[in-house]
């Protein structure tokens, strides 16, 4: 199994670029989720859902889209990048409804200058 | 205040060392309690989950939670350099609408010598 999959593992952005963050899991699991993990903040919650055609706002929300067509796929928009925007994205599933087992991608790396 | 602390490290041990990693939380309503481990440039992986005070053992891992002091600890036995990562302690409660917020703690990063 592949499990979490995220592309691009690296990007580099121009203030105003629009991109997207792509996430696909083949374990099936109805629950999946976006962070991003900055230097001394932790993992902060972007945007979640609980199955496709659900999704709801999480810590962070500012400055991101997500949508679900399908349940293997959850990309992540980022509408117009901005430096606060650079750090360490990850996507995540889990089988738990309530989302605490936690499988993670290997994350993307996004600088925005 | 931060809802979960956890102290930064870095921690460096020898090999065959006993680690203990912690961490406090202020939000009493925290009802599930996991460690996760995440090696450089990768994602966290699960490594313990439990959900009431006491003790879980798995191999050189145990997890302990003190629910009372709202105190939570990750020792690793027999520690080797393969253990040399962050440890995230992460809570999590159930909202009352039935979604979930799970907060992480920033993280310890250990290092195993040889």
């Known amino acids: 199994n592949a499990g979490v999959t995220q592309t691009p593992k690296f990007q580099v952005l121009k203030t105003g670029q629009s991109m997207t963050l792509q996430c696909a899991q083949d374990?099936?699991?109805?629950?999946m989720s976006w962070y991003r993990q900055d230097p001394g903040m932790g993992l902060r919650l972007i945007h979640y859902?609980?199955?496709?055609?659900?999704?709801d706002q999480g810590e962070v929300p500012n400055g991101y889209n997500v949508s679900r067509s399908t349940t293997e796929d959850f990309p992540l928009r980022l509408l117009s990048a901005a430096p606060s925007q650079t750090s360490v994205y990850f996507c995540?599933?889990?089988?738990?409804?309530?989302?605490?087992?936690?499988?993670f991608g290997s994350g993307t790396q996004l600088s925005v200058l | 205040q931060k809802e979960v602390e956890q102290d930064p490290g870095p921690l460096s041990v020898p090999e065959g060392a006993i680690v203990s990693l912690n961490c406090t939380y202020s939000n009493s309503a925290f009802q599930y309690f996991m460690w996760y481990r995440q090696y450089s440039r990768k994602g966290p992986e699960l490594l313990m989950y439990?959900?009431?005070?006491g003790n879980k053992e798995d191999g050189r891992f145990t997890a302990q939670v003190d629910k009372s002091s709202k105190y939570i600890s990750l020792f690793i036995r027999d520690s080797q350099p393969s253990d040399s990562a962050t440890y995230l302690c992460?809570?999590?409660?159930?909202?009352?609408?039935?979604?979930?917020?799970?907060?992480f703690g920033t993280g310890t990063q250990l290092k195993v010598e040889l």
């Open positions: 859902s609980v199955g496709a055609g659900i999704t």
């Open positions: 992460a809570m999590s409660q159930i909202l009352t609408g039935g979604g979930n917020k799970l907060t």
């Open positions: 439990t959900y009431s005070s």
């Open positions: 374990m099936n699991h109805e629950y």
């Open positions: 995540a599933s889990s089988y738990s409804g309530h989302g605490e087992k936690l499988f």
